[in-house]
């Protein structure tokens, strides 16, 4: 599986961002897709996941941040509203083969590029 992530910029703080990560080479729908951010200097940090239709969310994000999946595109997608300085990371998408939604970074099998989201104070 080959993923490509796109989507992310240069925000002022308060605004929104959709991330998309598109998925090749194999269907998209038997995987948990995780979307992984890394700031400097800190540990990588899974945002929000999806295995069926219902998202798991870090605390950090939850309430601000929306994961949903197009299997028919082949593609996930992260909605970032009232985004915060904190939020500044590079952010990947990640996908492993599973009946249940993956929340642990390390257990994900397949990595796309990363696409940096800089939110400005």
């Known amino acids: 599986v080959q993923l490509q992530a796109s989507g992310g910029g240069l925000v002022q703080a308060g605004g929104s961002l959709r991330l998309s990560c598109a998925a090749s080479g194999r269907t998209f729908s038997g995987y948990s897709v995780g979307w992984i951010r890394q700031a400097p200097g800190k540990e990588r940090e899974l945002v929000a996941a999806i295995r069926w239709s219902d998202g798991y969310y870090a605390d950090s994000v939850k309430g601000r941040f929306t994961i949903s999946r197009d299997n028919a595109k082949n593609t996930v997608y992260l909605q970032m509203n009232s985004l915060k300085p904190e939020d500044t990371a590079i952010y990947y998408c990640?996908?492993?083969?599973?009946?249940?939604?993956?929340?642990?970074?390390?257990?994900?099998?397949?990595w796309g590029q990363g696409t940096l989201v800089t939110v400005s104070s």
């Open positions: 990640a996908a492993v083969q599973s009946v249940m939604v993956v929340t642990t970074p390390i257990r994900y099998q397949y």
